[in-house]
């Protein structure tokens, strides 16, 4: 019931891939799956069709006589109809192309986060793109959220418009806007109350500001976790005032995103940005080829190699592949990496965006096993003297024993260890002789130890 | 409130929600023949609900099964599609009862970022002063920037005590005082806030389970009641929601908020069927009268627009 799209749309290629041909029988059971699981994935229904009916059209004919196998020529299909849904190749960056200071006009419903987002952005102009910020709310509504936007503004280091109590959003606008002018910001960016497409007062306001400020830009923020009503707030905001592009918040849970289709359908604004973490600083470009991959089941390499460069120590790293490469690693060594691997991030996450694991991962289960292995084998290793660190040959029965103590764990536990690192030097040394196309060849699996990931050896890779 | 008031006003907030559904079920059934093509265009139309493809084909199972072939008429669909889905709701209509006898009463309120949180507890807060009870509040989120002043705000409407602590502090600690000076005081109910989390995040689910732990210590037996808050406009992944939450700190009930927007809260019935889990209340407004006590006949029939 829990199967991520990935996961139900691998089932389906499962089938194709062991036929000869591709008949249309094949293509409408296939359709029929993949209707079901967009569905699941929360891809509005109007969405669904439109895409599903793309996807037939395409499937059904000559690109498919000309495959190598029926099932690879699906994937193909329908991964590329996903990324020219999603809006084809490339992230679309926010458009900053007018004289200063550039509206930036946040709308949305309650609760999807926009004054998060106002902030996210606010960093990201100020540190990626050296401008000069300005962040102003017009939320009169929600208490404190005025003091909000002001805590984040600190925080991200940017200006906020200071809080005059009774002003109306106009007002307010009109203030940023000339205090934009005044004190020569770059950007301005109008954080308005959160609204219900439906509520036409709250919409004619939104409207008045807009007139008032003319945004270059007016972003839709949408949680990513918004079922089969994305529709209707794509629709009607765009329609009323107009949106030039969305922001896709909470990316980093386990909704399926199916929102992100949904939106782009229904609006044609490109998705511009997307919401992936509680810090200021977690906020990515949209690539539609990662999602749409994420969403096949072929993994997000690039986001987690990309992550991987920001988060580990460069020299650290440098250090270690030389003690590989000269067959000295040690348990020391292994601690070290443990560190590092646990600075990315949560495993669950760091697993989704490897190739072929979403199976695996529901295995594990989602809450639970994260990270909690890492932690116990790090302890395991503290509590060992450098010397057993560096020849744990020398680990016998009542060693085990004081380890097991002193780390709160069992001697099968540490037993378990030992012999995860005796697995793990043996395939480095297996390694050396492969060379560097080995290493590729047998992914990132072959870095992690082998308990945390059974059967992830790189076996099913696409 | 009369009792006719209040269906009026829940009626009123989910009408804009019902609005379409009734119109694609007008639109499709005005006397027809109940054949295949007319139960998917059904099955569609609960679909984009967000009852989900598989509650939606259980429901659409019955109906085949009863109705198939015959004439019908909008209103005879709309009754039964009402009666089938209220049927799903009502074992777990059941109101959040606050026994007085605990002194006070501990309820945890979670869930995921932006479903409503502190505007439920100010909601709740509201409503228990009503009626006599004296409520405190704890401003558990202790991450978001001014979440706190938000529940202050709050207090100060109710007139109700607020335990606060600074920025980043230690959410538990803050739990474990606030019960300690409710009991103090004499409080009927001690409201407890938190930081909104993804699900997924095993370390801050893990932080909510250290707040069950240390509010065991001072009372064994709270908190005595979980809610976790549920956007409506939330799709599928609620139902996951929902099993990680009841499984991390044993989630005693509901409140669905947001059902004044055109979200259906179709999800409902989803949740119900695989759960069982209680739910209490749901948000139709901004202001404290709108959460309101949740009506499984009522929901049932204003989500398929029954008259």
């Not at chain 1, 990201?124 to 509504?141: I, M, P």
């Not at chain 1, 009774?166 to 940023?176: D, F, K, L, T």
């Not at chain 1, 470009?285 to 460069?314: K, N």
């Not at chain 2, 089938?84 to 979670?110: D, G």
Request: glycine fraction near 8%; charged fraction near 25%; hydrophobic fraction near 45%.
């Amino acid at each position: 019931m829990f199967e991520t799209l990935s996961e139900k749309l691998s089932g389906v290629f499962d089938k194709l891939r062991r036929r000869g041909a591709l008949s249309e029988n094949d293509v409408t059971e296939a359709l029929r799956e993949i209707r079901l699981a967009l569905l699941d994935a929360d891809v509005a229904l109007e969405v669904v069709r439109d895409f599903t009916a793309n996807i037939r059209e395409r499937a059904i004919g000559a690109e498919v006589t000309k495959s190598v196998t029926p099932g690879q020529q699906m994937v193909k299909i329908v991964h590329d109809v996903l990324v020219e849904s999603l809006g084809g190749e490339g992230a679309v960056s926010i458009n900053l192309n007018a004289p200063a200071p550039i509206a930036l006009l946040m709308v949305g419903l309650q609760g999807s986060g926009k004054t998060t987002t106002s902030g996210k952005i606010a960093l990201r102009l100020k540190d990626k793109q050296r401008k000069k910020v300005l962040l102003a709310s017009l939320d009169t509504q929600r208490p404190a959220a005025q003091l909000q936007l002001q805590q984040l503004a600190e925080r991200a280091g940017v200006a906020c418009l200071p809080i005059i109590m009774g002003q109306s959003p106009v007002e307010i606008a009109r203030r940023a806007m000339e205090t934009g002018r005044r004190e020569v910001f770059d950007i301005v960016i109008l954080d308005t109350a959160g609204r219900l497409a439906i509520d036409q007062v709250l919409m004619d306001e939104v409207k008045a500001i807009r007139d008032a400020t003319r945004p270059i830009e007016t972003l839709l923020v949408v949680d990513a976790m918004t079922g089969q009503d994305a529709v209707n707030t794509a629709r009607e905001f765009n329609q009323q005032i107009g949106v030039t592009g969305i922001v896709l918040t909470r990316m980093d849970g386990d909704a399926r995103g199916g929102a992100a289709l949904s939106m782009r359908a229904i609006t044609g604004a490109p998705i511009k940005l997307v919401g992936s973490g509680e810090k200021l600083d977690a906020l990515e470009d949209f690539h539609p080829e990662r999602v749409a991959s994420r969403i096949l089941g072929m993994g997000d390499i690039v986001s987690l190699v990309e992550r991987a460069a920001e988060t580990i120590d460069q020299a650290e790293a440098e250090k270690l592949a030389a003690k590989m490469a000269k067959g000295t690693f040690d348990l020391a060594d292994y601690a070290n990496q443990l560190k590092q691997i646990a600075k990315m991030g949560s495993l669950s996450g760091i697993l989704g965006m490897l190739p072929g694991v979403g199976k695996l991962k529901a295995r594990m289960g989602d809450a639970n096993l994260d990270g909690a292995i890492l932690k116990r084998q790090a302890a395991i290793i503290s509590s060992m003297t450098p010397k057993e660190r560096r020849t744990p040959d020398i680990l016998k029965a009542s060693r085990k024993k004081r380890i097991a103590a002193g780390s709160g764990t069992s001697v099968q536990e540490v037993n378990k260890l030992l012999k995860q690192f005796d697995d793990m030097s043996t395939m480095m040394k297996r390694m050396q002789k492969m060379g560097q196309k080995g290493l590729l060849r047998q992914g990132l699996g072959a870095l992690m130890p082998k308990g945390i990931m059974p059967g992830a050896s790189g076996r099913r890779l696409f | 409130m009369a009792l006719g008031a209040f269906f009026a006003r829940l009626k009123e907030g989910l009408a804009r929600s019902t609005q379409k559904i009734t119109e694609s079920i007008n639109a499709i059934f005005k006397k027809r023949r109940l054949d295949d093509a007319a139960l998917e265009e059904l099955e569609d139309i609960l679909v984009s609900a967000d009852l989900g493809a598989a509650v939606a084909a259980h429901i659409i199972g019955n109906f085949r099964r009863t109705r198939f072939g015959k004439e019908v008429t909008d209103e005879e669909i709309r009754e039964t599609l009402a009666s089938e889905i209220a049927a799903i709701l009502e074992p777990v209509a059941q109101p959040l009862v606050i026994e007085r006898s605990h002194k006070p009463h501990v309820v945890l309120v979670v869930g995921v970022n932006g479903t409503g949180k502190t505007t439920t507890i100010g909601k709740l807060a509201q409503q228990y002063r009503e009626s006599g009870l004296i409520p405190m509040l704890v401003a558990g989120d202790t991450f978001r920037a001014a979440a706190v002043e938000q529940l202050q705000i709050w207090g100060q409407r109710t007139q109700a005590e607020v335990i606060t602590a600074p920025q980043n502090a230690d959410a538990a600690g803050l739990a474990f005082d606030g019960l300690t000076r409710a009991q103090a005081a004499g409080a009927d109910v001690l409201l407890i806030d938190t930081a909104g989390r993804l699900h997924n995040k095993a370390t801050l689910m893990e932080e909510l389970r250290k707040i069950m732990r240390v509010l065991k210590k001072k009372d064994p037996t709270a908190p005595h009641s979980v809610l976790l808050v549920l956007d409506a406009t939330t799709g599928q992944n609620a139902i996951q929601q929902v099993k990680v939450f009841k499984e991390m700190v044993d989630v005693t009930g509901l409140i669905v908020t947001k059902l004044d927007g055109s979200a259906r809260g179709g999800i409902v019935v989803a949740l119900a069927e695989i759960f069982s889990i209680p739910i209490h209340a749901v948000g139709v407004g901004e202001q404290a009268g709108d959460l309101r006590p949740f009506d499984a006949r009522d929901f049932a029939r204003s989500l398929v627009g029954a008259a």
